[in-house]
């Protein structure tokens, strides 16, 4: 996979970060490390490792009242961006070094078109007339594989779709082919099918252009897929360097060995439950957003003939990627938004024609995908923990008395009560979350991409923890998902959808290990390295 | 756009016959008999009757809101209660002043307020900063008439470079005209500079924490370049919002400094119809002070639309 020795691109020598004023431990310490022309390199490492401020180092981005470089060298075709002036730094930008970042919702400008900002990158660096800088976008727009390039020039970014607005960025990034990209978690906010296009995307217009590239992803999965070589960091420092292969099948650090092996395995685990009795039954659940006009049909229909079970004790994946209505289905579910039809059967009783919905709530609680913001920043945990009991008329000792309890239950001592949610992690945050939810001794839990937003290593410990729930509590769990190998570890049952329908339905083992429709095939294809076994560090194939 | 322009200038039509009808009822519903005001103190009981039935007092008041709602389409807002003079043409009389006043003051407010908040922001924490924000505060809380008569002291009465009070209109010549805004126009804009400058700076020092600025940065382009093509643009919306509402105030709040100017404007001429009870000029100037912040409110909004493309309602 290596490419032949050529010219060296990027040198990062002895590089130290450290907060401003300085003083504290540095973020970033003695990072060392080379890219050459053609080549990629992967960054990886978890929250807080430093990988995306080395990147922005590079760039010279910074922020510059927190953050300085205090000691080494960063040599961009040996010149060093540390000693640039700011003038000379401007120059370097979008003609040297690019950058493409991780939210493509909010890395462009949403009051300029996708066009402008394009060539905002041409009139700052080039002489080029106002004519001849359109050809130039329009062709640069085409070599990004966007469809209907005029019309795409014209649009707002809220007119595209988040795929879209990625290439729009990479096309911005590419357009002056600079000698180096970094790409910070490019993907990350993608679809596995979008994550794979992009991936392509940028491999492609390396290879025409021979540029350098530095990869910062906390995804093993994304690393195997494009990595020529590996560098890990672990709370800003360099753990281990090596080439793909290396890292991926041999490696030699415990923290490394550590984190490939959190990469959860793509072959399910789960059996099916026996016949529990029916924790909640969807029979031909439609959900239409908007009205249907009196001319025009504005509506969507963001779910329909949607039809499933959930018994006791039972772990259901609904996956399926953005748009695909999954969200939507338990919102119904837990009538955060009004199903326009079908029926929601919750312990034998339908509360679709509910108008009270109290008695209801208490059955079926929620976990959200955000751990920062789903929990009151003004309220202690035990605040947070008991506000649901006292509202269904416990008394405080007894409420306090189950919260503690239930904090045991997710690994986290009763003392934490007192303390307010931005003292935790955001691993430690899911945790209380999903304690505020099983608190409440639901049937039912609901768990929309509970743990997207966590490292793997923390992804692994709650998805080990919903395990522990289920075991103790013989609580049912609609999991909702986009992720195929999170769905592997824990769904007994899965349901595929795609633009609001269920493409597939079964077992866990049958749909993810043969599955019948071309869709989920699919799906499982574009999941980063389907071929690799982390738990093993060797190819799957063996490993069968 | 063409149909959000539509539907907003639509929108509006109701807004404003409903304040045509909350104006009427205001002034029915105050204390007082218009007749006795007309008739004086001495009038008799029959001279009363009389005077009700010539001005249609008797009719049920419905009737009398169409009559009048009628005569205001017709651009007939009768006659002053103690002039006897049409009120339309007082009103005309005192609106080029005000107009004169109300614009100048807003063009020096934003002229002066939008760099003074965008260099704020760029120096955030730093001394220029603090500059312009002790300076906001001080706009903000020393009364209008004393920065009036503090400034007609320094360049008027010492200096001698504007002429202490008085009105030109603009058909004396515009040196004349001008002239004698320059004082009127800097008291009246302090708190206005103050606020606007404000909420420039907290407006532009949110969108540079976001995304796309470092996206721009990232392109290569100057601070200065940023702050201008990517974040003034983005800050826009709250800024429009609070000119409008400055011009708003603006217009209500001219009273003050007119006098302070002896300015013939609307403001004066509001002082005198209240304290004269002229019911039908202050109706008439209430309509019209009312008309305008929805025109300006109209304007607001399609502002907005102008300057996000993700606003269409």
Redesign the interface.
């Known amino acids: 996979m290596t490419t032949p020795p050529s010219q060296v691109v990027l040198s990062v020598e002895d590089v130290t970060i450290d907060t401003r004023p300085a003083g504290r431990k540095p973020i970033v310490r003695n990072i060392s490390f080379d890219v050459r022309e053609g080549e990629t390199l992967c960054i990886v490492g978890e929250s807080g490792s430093g990988k995306s401020v080395t990147s922005m180092a590079v760039m010279g981005l910074l922020p510059k009242d927190a953050l300085q470089v205090t000691g080494g060298r960063i040599l961009l075709d040996g010149e060093d961006v540390l000693q640039a002036t700011p003038a000379r730094i401007r120059e370097l930008r979008a003609q040297k070094v690019a950058m493409v970042f991780q939210e493509p919702m909010t890395a462009l400008n949403p009051v300029k078109t996708a066009g402008a900002q394009i060539d905002e990158v041409l009139r700052l660096h080039t002489n080029l007339s106002a004519a001849e800088r359109r050809q130039k976008v329009l062709h640069m727009l085409e070599r990004v594989h966007l469809p209907d390039v005029e019309r795409i020039y014209k649009s707002y970014p809220h007119q595209l779709s988040g795929g879209q607005r990625q290439r729009i960025v990479i096309a911005m990034a590419l357009i002056l082919r600079p000698r180096l990209l970094l790409a910070d978690e490019p993907t990350t906010a993608l679809d596995v099918t979008t994550q794979k296009q992009i991936l392509r995307l940028i491999k492609e217009l390396q290879e025409e252009e021979k540029t350098a590239v530095v990869f910062v992803t906390h995804d093993f999965g994304v690393v195997s897929e494009i990595a020529d070589r590996i560098v890990v960091m672990n709370r800003g420092d360099l753990v281990e360097t090596g080439t793909c292969a290396e890292i991926l099948s041999n490696p030699r650090q415990d923290y490394t060995r550590m984190l490939v092996a959190s990469v959860p395995s793509l072959i399910p685990r789960c059996v099916p439950v026996p016949a529990n009795p029916k924790v909640l039954e969807v029979v031909a659940l439609e959900k239409r957003y908007g009205k249907k006009g009196l001319y025009r049909d504005r509506s969507v229909l963001a779910a329909q003939n949607i039809s499933f079970t959930v018994r006791k004790g039972e772990i259901t994946g609904i996956i399926g990627e953005s748009g695909s209505g999954k969200s939507t289905v338990a919102r119904c579910v837990m009538r955060l938004t009004d199903p326009s039809g079908g029926a929601i059967v919750l312990n034998g009783h339908d509360i679709v024609p509910l108008r009270n919905l109290r008695p209801m709530r208490q059955h079926v609680q929620y976990i959200f995908q955000d751990p920062y913001r789903s929990l009151n920043p003004r309220r202690t945990i035990g605040q947070s923990l008991m506000e649901g009991l006292l509202n269904y008329g416990l008394r405080e000792t007894e409420a306090a008395r189950k919260a503690a309890a239930t904090l045991e239950l997710v690994n986290l001592p009763a003392e934490v009560m007192n303390r307010y949610p931005h003292q935790f992690s955001g691993g430690q945050r899911q945790r209380i979350a999903i304690a505020r939810a099983v608190v409440m001794e639901p049937d039912l839990l609901i768990a929309d991409e509970a743990v997207s937003a966590l490292d793997v290593t923390v992804q692994a410990q709650v998805l080990q923890l919903f395990e522990e729930i289920r075991a103790r509590t013989g609580i049912s769990i609609l999991f909702i998902t986009h992720d195929l190998r999170v769905a592997a570890q824990i769904c007994n049952t899965i349901v595929v959808m795609q633009d609001g329908r269920i493409v597939e339905q079964g077992a866990a083992r049958d749909v993810l290990a043969a599955p019948v429709q071309a869709y989920t095939r699919s799906l499982i294809d574009a999941a980063p390295a389907p071929d690799w076994d982390f738990q093993n560090f060797r190819p799957v194939s063996r490993a069968l | 756009m063409l149909g959000f322009v539509v539907k907003r200038v639509l929108s509006a039509v109701p807004v404003l016959f409903m304040v045509a009808i909350i104006v009427f009822m205001v002034l029915r519903l105050s204390p007082g008999d218009p007749a006795v005001m007309i008739g004086g103190p001495n009038a008799t009981p029959d001279q009363l009757a009389a005077l009700r039935e010539s001005m249609g007092l008797n009719k049920p008041l419905l009737e009398q809101l169409f009559i009048w709602l009628g005569a205001i389409a017709q651009g007939d807002f009768g006659v002053s209660l103690v002039s006897g003079k049409p009120v339309a043409a007082l009103v005309m009389d005192r609106f080029g002043p005000t107009l004169a006043l109300s614009l100048s003051t807003v063009v020096l407010a934003v002229a002066v307020a939008i760099p003074l908040g965008v260099i704020a922001a760029w120096q955030q924490?730093k001394w220029l900063d603090r500059l312009v924000m002790t300076g906001s505060v001080l706009g903000f809380s020393v009364p209008v008439f004393i920065i009036g008569y503090v400034l007609i002291l320094i360049f008027a009465r010492t200096l001698g470079w504007f002429p202490v009070q008085g009105y030109k209109p603009l058909s004396a010549g515009f040196h004349d005209f001008a002239i004698r805004l320059v004082l009127p126009s800097v008291t009246l804009s302090f708190p206005y500079i103050a606020l606007i400058a404000r909420i420039v700076r907290t407006n532009v020092i949110e969108v540079m924490n976001?995304?796309?600025i470092?996206?721009?940065?990232?392109?290569?382009?100057?601070e200065g370049?940023v702050l201008m093509?990517?974040a003034l643009?983005?800050a826009?919306v709250p800024i429009v919002t609070i000119i409008g509402v400055s011009i708003a105030m603006l217009i209500g709040g001219v009273v003050v400094t007119e006098s302070v100017f002896n300015i013939p404007g609307l403001g004066r001429l509001v002082l005198e119809a209240v304290l004269a009870r002229d019911y039908t000029v202050i109706q008439t100037v209430i309509l019209l002070f009312s008309t305008i912040y929805v025109f300006i409110n109209l304007g607001v909004d399609l502002l907005y639309g102008l300057?996000?493309?993700?606003i269409r309602y």
């Open positions: 924490g976001e995304d796309y470092r996206t721009a940065r990232a392109k290569g382009m100057t370049g093509h990517h643009g983005n826009a300057l996000d493309p993700r």
